[in-house]
T-cell receptor, first 112, second 115 residues
């Protein structure tokens, strides 16, 4: 079956540091890949997505590249801000399926 | 354009009771999915409705059920509540096509506490 594995958190960084959150996946088809962000007390917001191999999704300074050869979709940001503190979820939507499969989430804490 | 609206935001129920949660999707969206979020199990898919029909179902007991109305609004019901049903229940709406590119938009969730 489908699965998503994310690095354990929390990840604690100082403001302006470089961020990487690792995500690898297993899928039976050719999935689309997503990163969602959840702020305290809120639902999920779509951060970025990629629908085929070598696609790069980007939004608000965050980037992730769909790497089929390594089945990965790592999230990166060059300079984090305190306002980026949240939980980040990697997810996939596989061929022929309508449900999203989520990773366990990675909590990011950015200190001033 | 209004987002996905879930009501109520918070609920406290007693074991054995039943509960109904409501979700109003984005205007024009015909698919509504429900997810359960807990610290232990993470985000798990409950079911998906499209045009008043359940199209997909996750691995949850029959105590969890749902329905969708002709205006695409959806409700989910949990009967005979257990302590382990305490969770954040999230609703997501999408256009409903089978396109992998179709985005899902989430509501703020309903926080259910079973005591």
């Amino acid at each position: 079956g489908d699965s998503v594995t994310q690095m354990e958190g929390p990840v604690t960084l100082s403001e302006e540091a470089f961020l990487t959150i690792n995500c690898t996946y297993t899928a039976t088809g050719y999935p689309s890949l997503f990163w969602y962000v959840q702020y305290p007390g809120e639902g999920l917001q779509l951060l970025l997505k990629a629908t085929k191999a070598d696609d790069k999704g980007s939004n608000k300074g965050f980037e992730a590249t769909y790497r089929k050869e390594t089945t990965s979709f790592h999230l990166e940001k060059g300079s984090v801000q305190v306002s980026d503190s949240a939980v980040y979820f990697c997810a996939l939507k596989d061929t022929g399926r309508r449900a999203l499969t989520f990773g366990s989430g990675t909590r990011l804490q950015v200190q001033p | 354009k209004a987002g996905v609206t879930q009501t109520p935001r918070y609920l406290i129920k007693t074991r054995g009771q039943q509960v109904t949660l409501s979700c109003s999707p984005i205007s024009g969206h015909r698919s509504v999915s429900w997810y359960q979020q807990t610290p232990g199990q993470g985000l798990q898919f409950l079911f998906e409705y499209f045009s008043e029909t359940q199209r997909n179902k996750g691995n949850f007991p029959g105590r969890f059920s749902g329905r969708q109305f002709s205006n695409s609004r959806s409700e989910m019901n949990v009967s005979t509540l257990e302590l382990g049903d305490s969770a954040l229940y999230l609703c997501a709406s999408s256009l409903g096509s089978n396109d992998l590119n179709t985005e899902a938009f989430f509501g703020q969730g309903t926080r259910l506490t079973v005591v």
